[in-house]
């Protein structure tokens, strides 16, 4: 796990026994050996899997990556801390998040993302902006339309994109207006809906400039700390109006995200960094954006890094689409059972016993990794002394525990 002569690889730490080695990791390196650059970093509260976490995307800042980090908790900001002494090269904040109105006293979200993600406005395109529309009340509604209303919503989306303005805001009137009340209760469940704070980052009101999110230089973290996403596998007409628009802000960003960085350069490295991976992967959607980038990750020159407090959270045991498309593994301190982290590691059955007594002796900030080649060995993680006082996440962050 020494620094191999090909890639950008940056000091991460050292092997906790002897012969202690200086370990170096480049997340976008396996690209260069013609192999996928994925990486999944697993460990409970406190073990220091996020701080970790936060090394890797401040190396690649410096590394002149371009990235984006989705960050549920709002644990990445801390990066911008660094950006902001000068430190690392440019990191910008996209929060989704809901304040009060000082003026009306009304719940909403920052002026800069109100409509920002607009499906009917998504792209340069009217067809494919019809087609995102019509996916997403679907998902809203939670159920099929029946035949007559398809067709009748589907004319009105397709009429509202072609306009030279186009939003939902207008999209809803002009369904609440139809003359059939099957279709006008259409447009009541979806202003029930929209009423929603954070719906308003759907509702371009063509009253202000609309807003893009600009991931195409730096890194970019995109907040979702405000966002109510349902638990693991709840379907989707138990979910609340809160979880649905969540579930449809979450679809819309995987495919911005998507659309920007698959198109941008080879030559450019990018990577797609998701923290707390379990609640993003279990959505359809974002499982499918981050198959996708496992399976073009290493032609698109994009690494993909996720962050979870255990194996068994997305099936990284099993053989399964993401299990059989990450390359690199560092395990935690966690309160997964040894076997499932050991068999996330890929190791062989006669392994088990040697590695498993190291498991049990992980301090914080000490991980067992597996590297690009299926290399194994413990290794405690290090950062220079500013960054390691900005990203502590606990107070006693690779100290050893007071007795």
Not at 85 to 111: F, L, M
Not at 212 to 239: F, H, R, W, Y
Not at 242 to 256: D, F, G, P, Q, Y
């Amino acid at each position: 796990m020494s620094r191999d002569i090909y890639g950008l690889s940056m000091y991460i730490g050292e092997t906790k026994y002897s012969p202690k080695m200086p370990v170096f990791f480049d997340s976008n390196y396996p690209a260069y050996i013609n192999k996928p650059p994925t990486a999944v970093i697993t460990g409970t509260l406190g073990s220091g899997k996020t701080f970790f976490g936060l090394t890797i995307a401040a190396q690649n800042s410096l590394a002149g990556k371009v990235g984006v980090i989705l960050d549920p908790k709002g644990d990445f900001r801390k990066l911008k801390a660094l950006y902001d002494k000068g430190v690392i090269n440019k990191v910008s904040v996209w929060d989704i998040s809901v304040h009060t109105d000082e003026r009306t006293g009304k719940q909403c979200v920052d002026k800069d993302t109100v409509g920002m993600l607009d499906p009917t406005c998504f792209t340069p395109y009217d067809v494919q902006n019809a087609q995102l529309t019509l996916d997403v009340i679907k998902d809203l509604l939670g159920e099929d339309l029946k035949d007559e209303q398809a067709s009748i919503i589907s004319n009105l989306v397709r009429d509202v994109c072609k306009e030279p303005a186009p939003s939902m805001k207008r999209l809803i009137a002009k369904i609440g207006r139809h003359e059939l009340s099957s279709v006008r209760s259409i447009a009541t469940k979806l202003e029930l809906l929209f009423s929603s704070p954070t719906a308003q980052i759907l509702m371009y009101d063509r009253q202000t400039e609309k807003k893009t999110l600009n991931i195409k230089d730096g890194v970019t973290i995109i907040n979702m700390s405000a966002l109510t996403l349902p638990t693991q596998g709840k379907p989707l007409n138990e979910c609340t109006s809160e979880e649905k628009i969540s579930l449809v802000i979450i679809t819309l960003l995987n495919r911005l995200i998507r659309d920007i960085m698959f198109n941008m350069p080879v030559n450019i490295p990018k990577f797609l960094m998701i923290d707390e991976a379990w609640s993003v992967v279990s959505l359809p959607s974002s499982r499918n954006m981050i198959k996708e980038v496992l399976l073009k990750g290493r032609s698109l020159n994009m690494a993909c890094i996720l962050l979870t407090q255990a194996t068994s959270h997305f099936d990284l045991n099993d053989g399964s689409d993401l299990d059989a498309g990450i390359l690199m593994r560092f395990a935690f301190r966690s309160y997964d059972t040894k076997d499932n982290i050991l068999t996330c590691q890929k190791m062989r059955i006669g392994e088990y016993q040697q590695w498993a007594g190291m498991l049990a002796e992980l301090d914080k900030g000490e991980c067992l990794m597996c590297d690009a080649f299926g290399r194994h060995g413990i290794v405690r993680i290090r950062a220079d002394k500013e960054w390691t006082e900005i990203f502590k996440t606990t107070p006693s962050m690779f100290e050893k525990d007071k007795k």
